[in-house]
């Protein structure tokens, strides 16, 4: 109730000003944000009672959605949303910066910082080499960004329009009001509108205002999800190449942009069944904020498998967010009886409902209904999968890259997107090489078992103002994560008769009386690298981990570990199947075994 009479006053406090005797042909931003009921000074500030052009666009802002502006503006209506988006990991990117001081050794562990903030005052010359690195290769993805900054790729920023704003087109006064006003980022929180060139007509054109959206597509998220895990191009099906690619009708096709190509690879089935977008799963909680500082993404992210495939419902009466979340999406329908919160923070997720007993999953984009599995099966249950993340066993591929070759030049200038500015200081980025393969499995984040990948393994060269090449660095780590490439199980042999998903990388691997032997495709040292284990091995077959975590609970499987994985596979040859009489009670099934009751047994 409370939000509909925040409508009701909002359209009664700002329905009459002089704005809209000019504005009277703007287009409307949604169905929340009509003009003829905001008004213009609501959000863009000036003078709304002013007699004169000039008076009206004193003070006026034109993006309020900035998040420096948004404290002012937005806030009347939305101040919740704006202080946790402000903390946002989406917005201070400081897991990013964290871990790459962890990653560069200027840090023994993982210390918590401000991210793009603690950067922004710093002078350039005191920056360190992860903090140059950061802020001229990382700090373009954040909702803050300065939009007038990306030329021949998609915009990034602009605060809450760089995900809520339908279209990325220019109008003619978006252009106008550039020429006047210069760039939309001053550190002013009321920047003035300049009056440097007046219109000829005191009537301005129609215009077509920017469209508001909580229908986000997932175009809109990919435009920063293309890197470092890649989770975005994963969903879809995408795969980034090793800079050549697939090749038809005269033209490299499949361009990600106008550096790096792809392969289509299946997508997440989510994706290429459910046509879902990945708003359909993530949380306005999740993505925006839940007002704290997380050190890392996971710590943000409160969705999981099973708020879906096995969720917990309460009274929809109790939720008025999910009410409201409905009301502005206008196509799922408004929760009645049951709605699902999700099992880590108790978010809302409205587009999950159950109706006369029935549970009901609606797609954001359009309302409609989609078939939701639940976890029935008993593979799910037993208890010697209760340490697998449900990515363990679903992950169909994860993109590896390998050999993040990183090249500093003391000597070279770059472009500060913290700054807004070229620095000294110069960047050069290339891997040895990249792979779509079964998962490497480690223990992650979460303590479970899930597929890992390199993340990153930094091979670092650095030369000075001269040009002459000064010292190197290696800091060879991996990543564990849920790559989103989804599909049916795996087989049982996928993990318990892999060297890659042993963490060994591929190769020649056998398990033989003697004990288990493995012999590798690559070889580093061969192949030029200074490190004596090769770059796709995580752990060797006796358990010794040859490459770093930056997480806490992040590591590799160690030789108790590898002996029981592999030596379950004995067992799997023949029981392969979960309809097999031994998977119906294991635990009773072990203990024939280990008695000496069972055939098998009896023959060893």
Known sequence: MKFFTLILFTIFLYANESCLNCHKNTSDIDNFHKIKEMGCASCHGGNKEALSKVEAHKNMVLNPARLEHAKIFCAKCHKSIVNRINKSIMNTQSGILDVLKYQFKESNSIVKSKGIKELQNKPSSKLSLAEDHFSKMCAACHINADENLFKNIPKRGGGCMDCHRESKKISKLDSHFRRNNGSSSSPSMQPSFSQKRESKSNTLKPYKHPKFTTRIKNQTCLKCHNRSNRIGLSYIGEFESEGYNHFSKGKVDNKIDIHRSFYKL??????????????????????????????????????????????????????????????????????????????????????????????????????????????????????????????????????SCYGCHEIYFKSGKQFDWIK???????????????????????IGYNGKIMPSAPGCQVIMNIYDKNGTYEHKFDSLAYGAWSPHTVGKSKKCKSCHNSSSALGLGQGIFKNTKEGLKFTPYFNSIKSGFDFNFNIDSLVDINGTQNQSFSREKARAFNKKEINKITNAYKCIICHNKWNDKIYKDFNKSKEMFYNKKTKCAKEI
Not at 420 to 442: I, M, P, V
């Open 420 to 442: 807004h500015k070229a620095t000294n200081g110069q960047w050069l980025e290339l891997r040895s090489f990249l792979r779509y393969e079964d998962n490497t499995l480690a």
């Open 266 to 399: 299946p997508a997440d089935i989510h994706h290429s069944s459910g046509k879902l977008a990945c708003i359909d799963c993530h949380t306005e909680v999740g993505v925006m904020g839940d007002g704290k500082e997380h050190l890392h993404m996971e710590g943000a992210v409160d969705i999981s498998c099973i708020d879906c495939h096995n969720p917990k419902f309460v009274d929809a009466n109790s939720q008025p967010l999910a009410i409201k979340l409905a009301f502005i999406n206008g196509k799922v329908p408004l929760p009645k009886d049951k709605v699902a919160v999700t099992k880590r923070k108790n978010t809302p997720l409205y587009n999950l409902q159950k109706i006369d007993n029935s549970v009901k999953f609606f797609r954001k984009s359009d309302g409609k209904e989609i078939n939701l599995p639940l976890l029935k099966k008993p593979y799910h249950s037993h208890s010697f999968h209760k340490r697998l993340d449900c990515s363990a066993c679903h992950s169909q591929w994860i993109p």
